[in-house]
């Protein structure tokens, strides 16, 4: 038996002992459900963070190997140097040209070192729209896989003007004429994710997150205590299936069991179908249609209509 049917068998049992008594308790039992059901929803949203962030977890070349029959990686951003952090190039996904770019984390200590933990430095975003740039010029779409705690915050990034290059990125993006598909694949974490998170259709893997902040940081700063990271995430929001529901994202794109690490091809399957899907809608239309409808949809993110009783 499961620990929480045990609870609300001990709810019940709680009920039962109150009625034969003669004692009014339902105030008490229904705190005691709100604050079970706020475990139970931090409990769930905890599990997806820990999911995104499996060291297990297919990484953007992982993906890439899987759904392209042929894939050439470039370098550079003809500006300072390259960035191992966020990686790019030209593949071929079921015959049709695309821009590939994505943010990579690494497998043991020595890789995530060079690849900063898929934490962007400025050289990263700007290699990033140059490539991005490329394939506007030669009628490629752009694919985007997202997987980043956000962008390195160091002292050269700063100095390299780290939010420059994100704001120009955004900028850009939402003004390239080919199509866009941004898919999250494991932490869609701040600017850092927004730099190359601006598409015509933005999708999330089922055990993805999408945020400004970590639920670490959430608690620590406005709950004052880094212990309720659990509830944080639950209370900002950030699983797939809230930021479909908050129209952030257009879609879900479903794991295997247990995460998308128990079978990286299955996973890699899945994001191949609903690539190659929308490639073929998106490329019917005309460009200049596909930047207003994309600039339309930015704009509305974080819109709301608060009702009042």
């Known amino acids: 038996m499961s620990s929480s049917k045990k609870v609300e068998n001990k709810i019940e049992e709680l009920k039962k002992m109150a009625t034969e008594h003669g004692v009014d308790i339902s105030d008490e039992i229904a705190r005691i459900t709100e604050k079970i059901q706020e475990t139970s929803r931090g409990s ?12 297990d977890r297919p990484r953007a070349l992982d993906i890439i190997k899987n759904i392209c029959d042929d894939f050439i990686e470039l370098h550079g951003d003809r500006h300072f140097g390259d960035d191992l952090a966020l990686v790019g190039g030209i593949g071929i996904i079921d015959g049709i040209a695309v821009t590939i770019i994505g943010n990579q984390k690494g497998r043991n200590l020595k890789e995530t070192m060079a690849r900063n933990g898929g934490m962007a430095n400025p050289e990263g975003y700007r290699k990033a729209l140059r490539l991005a740039k490329q394939a506007e010029k030669f009628g490629r779409p752009i694919i985007t896989l997202i997987d980043t705690q956000g962008a390195y915050p160091g002292l050269g990034a700063e100095e390299r003007g780290i939010g420059e290059a994100i704001a120009v990125n955004l900028r850009e993006f939402s003004q390239l004429k080919t199509p866009i598909i941004c898919i999250i694949i ?21 055990n993805a997150v999408y945020s400004v902040i970590s639920p670490e940081g959430y608690a620590s700063i406005l709950l004052r205590d880094s212990s309720q990271a659990k509830n944080a995430a639950a209370m900002m929001k950030i699983t797939a299936e809230d930021v479909l529901d908050l129209k952030i994202c257009n879609g879900i794109i479903p794991e295997p069991t247990g995460g998308a690490q128990i079978d990286p091809a299955a996973s890699s399957k899945s994001i191949k179908e609903v690539i190659v899907r929308d490639l073929k809608d998106l490329m019917t239309r005309n460009p200049s249609v596909l930047v207003r409808y994309r600039n339309q949809k930015i704009r509305t993110i974080g819109h709301f209509v608060e009702e009042c009783q």
């Open 186 to 206: 494991g932490e869609g974490g701040s600017g850092g994710a927004l730099g190359i998170g601006v598409g015509d259709k933005i999708y999330m893997l089922e």
């Open 44 to 55: 769930r949203a905890w599990k997806r963070v820990e999911l995104a962030r499996n060291p």
